[in-house]
């Protein structure tokens, strides 16, 4: 029988995660397709059984159901556990629906060689910066500082984490230049969005990284700011198509193109953008 997965979310209409899966599963000969599906707010956990009578290979879980799902769902892996969230589901031989998270290490697969002394600083502390500090710790990061405008929800991330410590955005800018990397999380700088900075870079280390994990646009004001600075960005797009990565491959077995998927998704935003 042929495999068909799915995206999940509200809205849906944006997502890019049909044509990037679509794109590998032709890649990859795997006889498969893969849909967006919107779901309404309220019926989330008829969708989720649907999927299941349907029997659907799996699917991605996008906002706002990535904490939502995970009573609907058979097993939830150690990598959604800690994080609470999940953003993949996969069938497994035995018919069982198991949730994982592959936001945060999708994230730290778009960076490259990281070292493990590297002080990294996250600003936010919602989901997306909760998914990527766990992942970290879990990869044997331990110098991780957490800043967020209400500094105690950094407090209660760094508490959660035992490998972090929390600041204000005033102490993280005042202290920039003792970070290797510096990782954006909030929603600053999306398309019709504040354009504002979460914090400013005059005190940039020399050869720093900056992430941020908006890819829409492409160059961030952030990473515009940091790119004055001759430092390696890396836009979100990375972390988009990495975590797509790994979940292909928890449903299919095989690890598809990333290189060449990211270039594509550059050229269909219109961008000529160029992590470095």
């Not at 991605?60 to 097993?75: G, H, Q, R, S, W």
């Not at 035995?94 to 996250?122: A, C, M, W």
């Not at 961030?220 to 001759?230: M, S």
């Amino acid at each position: 029988m042929k495999k068909w997965f799915a995206v999940i979310g509200n809205p849906i209409s944006h997502s890019l995660s049909p044509e990037m899966h679509e794109t590998w599963l032709k890649q990859m000969n795997v006889d498969a397709t893969y849909i967006p599906i919107h779901v309404e707010l309220d019926h989330l956990e008829q969708a989720v059984e649907s999927l299941k009578l349907l029997g659907c290979s799996g699917w991605n879980v996008t906002v706002p159901f990535k904490e939502a799902i995970i009573p609907y769902l058979d097993e939830v892996d150690d990598s959604a556990k800690g994080i609470g969230a999940v953003n993949t589901v996969v069938k497994t031989l035995d018919n069982k629906y198991v949730g994982y998270n592959t936001d945060g290490l999708g994230f730290i697969n778009s960076l490259g060689r990281l070292l493990p002394e590297y002080n990294i600083l996250i600003i936010g502390a919602g989901g997306a910066a909760r998914g990527i500090a766990h992942a970290l710790k879990k990869q044997g990061f331990t110098h991780l500082t957490i800043a967020n405008r209400t500094v105690e929800k950094a407090r209660v991330l760094a508490e959660e984490l035992k490998a972090g410590q929390a600041v204000t955005l005033e102490v993280a800018e005042n202290t920039l230049s003792k970070f290797d990397v510096i990782v954006q999380t909030t929603p600053l700088g999306m398309k019709n969005s504040d354009a504002s900075l979460p914090i400013q870079l005059h005190q940039l280390k020399e050869n720093a990284i900056v992430a941020d994990i908006v890819y829409n646009p492409l160059v961030t004001p952030l990473i515009e700011e940091a790119k004055k600075y001759n430092v390696r960005t890396i836009n979100g797009l990375g972390m988009l198509v990495h975590q797509g990565a790994l979940a292909f491959s928890y449903w299919n077995g095989v690890n598809p193109d990333t290189d060449g998927m990211i270039q594509q998704l550059i050229d269909q935003l219109g961008g000529n953008y160029v992590n470095r």
